[in-house]
């Protein structure tokens, strides 16, 4: 499928990379068709992942693994919630947060409430709310995010 996008330009996106999202996002509702766009060519889900949507060329969405920010994440969620993404299993599922980035850096943040979560197997997602109240919209990230670039540079 080929897709015009602001941020990439023309690409081209196999099928079976396209993602089915039936209720849209959080704000989006009618936006049903995405695709992940990694910031780097290995795919590496340790940094920072494009949520390009299909149906709207000018609407990417930066999302990361919450893994990388809160290791300990482990969200509580109702199964009826998860009834969007079909029959899976564990190792099948992706979860994913939404990354807000402000003019200050030093105010980004993720949003641990509201993840996104995607069965591989059959391409299917939902964001869904989760339960736990420990999980806040705004979780601050940026010093996390130094303390994992320092790591690296050592």
Same mark, same amino acid.
């Given at each position: 499928?080929?897709?015009?996008?602001?941020?990439?330009?023309?690409?081209?996106?196999?099928?079976?990379?396209?993602?089915?999202?039936?209720?849209?996002?959080?704000?989006?509702?009618?936006?049903?068709?995405?695709?992940?766009?990694?910031?780097?060519?290995?795919?590496?889900?340790?940094?920072?992942?494009?949520?390009?949507?299909?149906?709207?060329?000018?609407?990417a969405?930066?999302?990361?693994?919450?893994?990388?920010?809160?290791?300990?994440?482990?969200?509580?969620v109702?199964?009826?919630?998860?009834?969007?993404?079909?029959?899976? +299993?564990?190792?099948?599922?992706?979860?994913?947060?939404?990354?807000?980035? /402000?003019?200050? #850096?030093k105010?980004?943040?993720? +949003?641990?409430? #509201?993840?996104?979560?995607? +069965?591989?197997?059959?391409?299917?997602?939902?964001?869904?709310?989760?339960?736990?109240?420990?999980?806040?919209?705004?979780? /601050?990230?940026?010093?996390?995010?130094?303390?994992?670039?320092?790591?690296?540079?050592?």
């Amino acid at each position: 499928m080929k897709a015009s996008t602001r941020l990439f330009g023309d690409i081209d996106i196999e099928d079976d990379k396209i993602l089915i999202l039936e209720n849209g996002i959080i704000g989006f509702p009618d936006m049903k068709k995405f695709t992940l766009i990694y910031d780097n060519e290995s795919g590496n889900q340790q940094s920072i992942i494009w949520l390009q949507s299909m149906d709207e060329p000018h609407f990417a969405m930066p999302v990361l693994s919450p893994s990388l920010v809160k290791p300990d994440y482990n969200p509580m969620v109702n199964d009826d919630l998860l009834t969007p993404l079909g029959e899976f +299993n564990n190792e099948d599922l992706v979860v994913l947060v939404t990354l807000k980035v /402000p003019a200050n #850096a030093k105010d980004m943040t993720v +949003n641990l409430k #509201a993840p996104i979560i995607i +069965n591989y197997a059959n391409k299917k997602g939902a964001q869904i709310i989760v339960e736990n109240e420990d999980y806040p919209v705004r979780y /601050p990230i940026y010093d996390i995010l130094q303390s994992i670039k320092e790591e690296a540079n050592k």
